[in-house]
């Protein structure tokens, strides 16, 4: 015989744990924005549902899924689904929850997190960073990891665009805020941050000194509701101004990728990224040689840009260290890697057989299993 009542409203309520927020990534049972659940003796089921904030942009998705769960219950006839608002005290209770007694404004990638933290660097700016930054975040989320990016060029802001998450005008969507914790948007798997999310129109300059700088850095490594991450990227303006030193101070274990062009004249500016990294503490990890060549319709490559350059920052940032930094990848010219910069739609997903793609996936595969140890951790025990 079929389950009624309250066996049904059971079986309906444990269907809802494959339901998942949309922004924060949890079951929304485990959120608490489940309320009542009742299914009447005709299979007839009515769901609460308790929204974080007023005009919540996920609203229609958790409404949609949450219908189409309780519908799939064997037993239920119809589906009814009431959306409220979580009360103040309710919303308290939830960034305590997700916060997991780290103290409200807290970092949460220091020194004892397990999260690998990537800063991606260059010494100039067109070598297609953010574009290697944003394919290598979907890469890695392609794997199974938890991804996110601080699109940390505050003045270049470009990674929303580059995975999509712009209107038609250019526009990135604001972030929703539960109290003082900022909800990233989920872009290919991959949670993002940008101060383009933050202004009004695509086109608007971002005229800020240091300090404010350091704050803006400051706010999306505290406030931004991450949660458990695996890999954590952050796209670092070119040069070694004041976001490079901001980022070393306050994520001193963060390892660093340095991104060049194949010239041998930009070894010299690259170098530079990879010494100020250095200085502030951090460890350069690997060099990525971006537009390594045309590969022409008989296979032959044409060198556009020269060759050599990525090997000889290795060489340079590798000389009097006690281990090499390696040339992690030569990522060829490729038309699609541009255009699907252009469309939001990243060559790792659209074309995983693209020489570029293949390239940027293979970096991706040597990253997905580096892990962070435990040793020289605290673990929060104490001996009585």
């Not at 219950?73 to 119809?78: C, F, N, R």
């Not at 796209?235 to 994520?251: E, F, H, K, R």
């Not at 997903?349 to 605290?378: F, M």
């Amino acid at each position: 015989m079929p389950e009624r009542g309250g066996d049904l409203a059971g079986a309906v309520r444990s269907a809802l744990a494959a339901v998942l927020d949309p922004e924060i990534r949890k079951p929304i049972t485990e959120l608490d924005m489940v309320g009542d659940v009742t299914v009447d003796a005709d299979g007839r089921a009515a769901v609460g549902i308790k929204l974080t904030i007023v005009g919540c942009p996920a609203a229609d998705a958790i409404e949609r899924d949450v219908r189409a769960a309780t519908s799939a219950v064997p037993g239920v006839t119809a589906t009814e689904v009431d959306v409220t608002v979580m009360t103040p005290a309710e919303r308290r209770a939830l960034t305590e929850k997700l916060r997991a007694g780290r103290p409200a404004r807290g970092a949460q990638f220091g020194p004892d997190s397990l999260t690998r933290v990537y800063a991606v660097t260059s010494g100039k700016g067109g070598v297609g960073k953010s574009t290697l930054t944003a394919n290598l975040a979907v890469a890695l989320a392609e794997r199974g990891l938890r991804v996110g990016i601080v699109d940390a060029d505050v003045h270049g802001f470009s990674i929303p665009g580059i995975l999509g998450l712009t209107d038609e005008n250019g526009v990135a969507p604001r972030p929703t805020r539960v109290d003082d914790m900022i909800l990233p948007p989920v872009a290919y798997g991959v949670k993002v941050v940008s101060i383009g999310m933050f202004v009004d129109s695509a086109s608007a300059a971002v005229a800020w000194r240091g300090p404010m700088l350091h704050r803006t850095i400051q706010q999306f490594l505290s406030d931004v509701f991450f949660g458990d991450l695996d890999v954590l990227l952050l796209d670092l303006p070119p040069g070694t101004g004041d976001v490079a030193i901001s980022v070393g101070q306050l994520l001193p274990t963060a390892e660093v990728l340095v991104v060049t062009t194949p010239q041998p004249a930009a070894a010299d500016v690259a170098e530079r990224s990879g010494v100020v990294a250095r200085q502030t503490g951090q460890r350069v990890i690997g060099v990525i040689e971006n537009m390594a060549g045309l590969v022409q319709p008989d296979g032959s490559i044409l060198d556009l840009f020269g060759t050599g350059g990525g090997a000889e920052v290795a060489r340079r940032l590798s000389a009097g260290q006690d281990e090499e930094v390696p040339l992690l990848a030569s990522v060829p010219l490729s038309i699609p890697l541009r255009a699907g910069g252009d469309t939001g739609a990243p060559i790792v997903v659209t074309d995983p057989a693209d020489p570029a793609a293949a390239a940027i996936r293979a970096v991706a595969d040597r990253l997905a299993t580096r892990s962070r140890g435990l040793a020289g951790r605290k673990l929060g025990l104490s001996v009585r």
